[in-house]
């Protein structure tokens, strides 16, 4: 069983940084993919952000892409993401998830998830 706590939410203004952690259960930990996907008000969960078990290899959607930056530390069983230039549109509830069979890059992947935390951008 895994575990996935989000945390780092909250409102910012647009052009502002936020950093959100994902805090997972320690056992088999390093040997997932992590990723981050993100859901607003009547929308479908769309995939942000996705790493290797190793942390040698990312995939970004284009909407956040040169914006955004997941990073895992596995010693830590923690997985981040760094926001940059946060825009409007990207208010959402953003969450973390793991891929048992370590295929970053593809959403179908992820099987277990966090409760989500709220990140909204004003102007």
């Known amino acids: 069983q895994v575990q996935l706590v989000e945390s780092g939410g909250g409102l910012v203004q647009a052009g502002d940084s936020l950093r959100l952690s994902c805090a997972a259960s320690a056992r088999t930990f390093s040997s997932y993919a992590m990723g981050w996907f993100r859901q607003a008000p009547g929308k479908e969960r769309e995939f942000v952000a996705g790493?290797?078990?190793?942390?040698?290899?990312?995939a970004y959607a284009d909407s956040v892409k040169g914006r955004f930056a997941i990073s895992r530390d596995n010693a830590k069983n923690t997985v981040y993401l760094q926001m940059s230039r946060l825009k409007p549109e990207d208010t959402a509830v953003y969450y973390c998830a793991a891929a048992p069979n370590g295929d970053y890059s593809s959403p179908l992947a992820y099987y277990y998830w966090g409760q989500g935390t709220q990140v909204t951008v004003s102007l």
């Open positions: 790493i290797m078990w190793s942390g040698g290899h990312t």
